[in-house]
């Protein structure tokens, strides 16, 4: 492809390699042409609906063109090649991210380097809720790693704005194991807590090393977030019965301090607390983003870890471009 | 192979096998490292020093030396052992030289004997010059071998104490818990018995009223327990040599980079106050703001049990009615701009 600074689209970035394929989308790897930068290409697939495009296309471009923060994954361009008519989201390329981490057992996490995950998390989404976005799908899988160690929040295909007061959401929204209470129970008019919930359960997840509360199934996860938990009642979690699918019930205690500190044998009495405070069932009650980054438990020794001294999976090669095929981008 | 692995547990003396006696043990010597099982060691040497059994060997063996083997080769094993025992002579820590140089030159003089040993290079020589130093220098080696028990002796009082605390805090907490348990039940039967001493009376009353009290005593006991902690924290910072300096270090260090939780990325300055929301259609005297439509949806229980409220209708609306002002794109464009020419990388800031 031929260099220039402005001119087509096209000629700006280069589509060097394929790294993925999914069901609506194909990923390449490239670079941009002025900046030799490495960059991620989304095509998106069109000609699959009978509406158009894809909608979490649609919401990606929509949300991610309103976002600028060092923990949101950047969209650099969107833009249609005249000839195929496809719509080509350009993207920040990031190496890795936080699910291969968590799995490859070779690395060993401090308390410190979980600190400045859930920190930079914790950025990323208040920056989104402040500006009354809803994720509405985080899991270590979707939080990608920059080669400098930032963790940056990405896939924007299930996020949507706050609606009208009166507007009805669909509760079939996050990966089930990541699912908080109130969406299991079908509500419709849920708010930012369940971002929340899942960072909650991420935060679990990266001092376990183990996923927090695998369900198998819709009714399963019911059932291990309860066991974990405890089961909500009218007492802690005021109208939770008015929630459309909360019935019969299997009532489990909820879980004592010990329980808990047993569980979480590495975990601090103030981790522990933010820990609580993020899983907390009733969403009224649960910490909000601003409440959870003034939490003690991040001015509390250790200091989270300068994001360049993170642990990585695998240094990606600088300027090579035969990084490992395992490293590309999360399905589409 | 497989006659290796039997021959790796069976005894060489007796021809016991691990296969018929799990049990047994083998025992080495760090004089010949030959492997003996146990019950031989005790059948042999339990009358005094007596000559290698292995053939060809005869080394004098004395019980009192003979060990368990710790690592699978021998070789290693006998570095170790040779390990211990300069060391145990060349005992000098790094505070003891003034420079790094001579501790190192100091280091690798030690390495050399520890060759020297384990690969039979030189070993008289060098065996004669090890028992001349340490026979020079006995008085040195006491020394600082005294003062390293006695650190390491404060560093285990130290965990011991550190331990006893955790495991104190940890029994204060489980008594409470069960405390509060018994408490809550015996509130129950309170509760139980007054609602049936009098049929007529409100009952509903009655359960608030005993809900506050057990809440008015979980927040007492939460800062009953506080106060506690803190007491035994505070003890044991006290009581303990070595902390002190750590925690000053660690202060500076905090001071020098100070932690921002939202790095500038947080509204302070919101540019209203929140009014009180009217609860009821007829409460709307001053003060308030009341939205028939919107405080309608409030009364939707489904609305509020899944997290939603009033004020964060309100709170958003407001937001955005004020969110950029005070902002200068054509500035920022310009700043932008600048930067850009500055760091020439083109990566937006």
């Known amino acids: 492809m031929t260099t220039g600074n402005s001119g087509s689209p096209i000629s700006r970035y280069t589509k060097d390699r394929k790294v993925g394929e999914g069901t609506y989308a194909v990923v390449y790897l490239g670079k941009q042409v002025n900046n030799d930068r490495k960059i991620a290409i989304k095509e998106i697939k069109t000609g699959l609906f009978k509406d158009g495009l894809d909608m979490s296309a649609i919401r990606e471009v929509k949300y991610l063109q309103e976002l600028h923060h060092i923990n949101v994954i950047e969209l650099i361009d969107v833009f249609t090649a005249h000839n195929t008519n496809n719509l080509n989201l350009v993207l920040e390329f990031l190496p890795g991210d936080l699910e291969v981490l968590i799995k490859n057992t070779s690395v060993v996490f401090k308390p410190s380097d979980i600190k400045s995950w859930l920190l930079m998390t914790l950025r990323g989404i208040h920056h989104c809720h402040r500006n009354f976005i809803l994720h509405r799908d985080l899991k270590p899988n979707n939080l990608l790693l920059s080669p400098t160690g930032e963790l940056k929040i990405a896939d924007f295909g299930l996020a949507r704005a706050m609606g009208n007061p009166n507007e009805d959401l669909t509760s079939n929204v996050v990966t089930r194991w990541y699912r908080a209470p109130e969406l299991l129970f079908g509500a419709k008019h849920y708010v930012e807590a369940v971002d929340m919930w899942s960072i909650g359960i991420i935060f679990a997840e990266l001092m376990l090393r183990t996923p927090y509360l695998p369900g198998k199934d819709d009714l399963d996860q019911v059932d291990v977030t309860f066991r974990a938990l405890g089961t909500p009642t009218e007492q802690n979690w005021p109208n939770v019965s008015n929630l459309p699918l909360y019935n019969a019930l299997k009532v489990y205690p909820p879980p004592s301090r010990q329980e808990l500190r047993n569980r979480f044998s590495a975990a601090t009495d103030t981790a522990l607390n933010l820990l609580c405070s993020l899983t907390e069932l009733n969403p009224g009650k649960r910490c909000t983003s601003t409440q959870a980054l003034l939490h003690e438990y991040f001015t509390e020794s250790p200091a989270p870890t300068l994001p360049s001294e993170l642990p990585k999976n695998d240094v990606a090669g600088g300027d090579s471009d035969d990084d490992e095929p395992e490293n590309k981008r999360r399905k589409v | ?349």
Not at chain 2, 93 to 109: A, H, R
Not at chain 2, 186 to 214: H, T
Request: glycine share 4%; charged share 35%.
């Open chain 2, 1 to 349: 192979m497989i006659e290796d692995d039997r021959s790796k547990d069976m005894c060489p003396i007796c021809k016991t096998d691990r296969y018929l006696s799990p049990n047994m043990v083998f025992l080495i010597n760090p004089e010949c490292y030959h492997k003996i099982c146990e019950s031989c060691v005790d059948r042999i040497f339990s009358l005094g020093p007596a000559p290698c059994p292995y053939p060809k060997c005869g080394k004098i063996l004395r019980k009192n030396k003979f060990k368990r083997q710790v690592f699978d080769d021998l070789v290693i094993e006998r570095e170790i052992d040779i390990r211990k025992r300069v060391n145990s002579i060349y005992n000098k820590t790094e505070e003891d030289f003034e420079s790094l140089e001579s501790f190192n030159s100091y280091l690798e003089d030690v390495e050399n004997i520890v060759f020297n040993l384990t690969n039979n290079v030189d070993v008289e020589q060098t065996t004669k010059d090890l028992n001349k130093y340490e026979e020079e220098h006995k008085i040195e080696i006491l020394e600082k071998n005294m003062r390293e028990s006695q650190k390491n002796a404060d560093f285990v009082k130290y965990q011991e104490s550190i331990a006893q605390l955790k495991h104190e805090k940890m029994r204060i907490q489980q008594q409470m818990e069960l405390e509060d348990l018994e408490y809550q039940r015996q509130q129950k039967q309170v509760l139980l018995d007054k609602l049936a001493s009098n049929p007529g009376g409100s009952s509903e009353e009655l359960i608030a009223q005993s809900n506050s009290n057990i809440l008015k005593r979980s927040s007492l006991r939460k800062r009953q327990f506080q106060q506690l902690t803190n007491q035994l924290d505070q003890r044991i910072q006290t009581s303990n040599p070595f902390k002190r300096g750590r925690s000053s270090e660690s202060d500076e260090v905090g001071s020098s980079t100070p932690f921002t939780p939202f790095k500038g990325d947080r509204d302070l300055n919101k540019r209203y106050t929140l009014l009180d929301t009217g609860k009821t259609d007829a409460d709307v005297s001053t003060g308030t703001y009341h939205d028939p439509y919107v405080s309608g949806l409030a009364k939707n229980k489904e609305f509020l049990g899944a997290g939603w409220r009033l004020e964060l209708v309100f709170e958003r609306a407001l937001d955005e009615a004020f969110m950029g002002m005070g902002c200068f794109i054509d500035k920022e464009k310009e700043l932008k701009a600048e930067v850009k020419l500055e760091g020439g990388d083109g990566i937006s800031v």
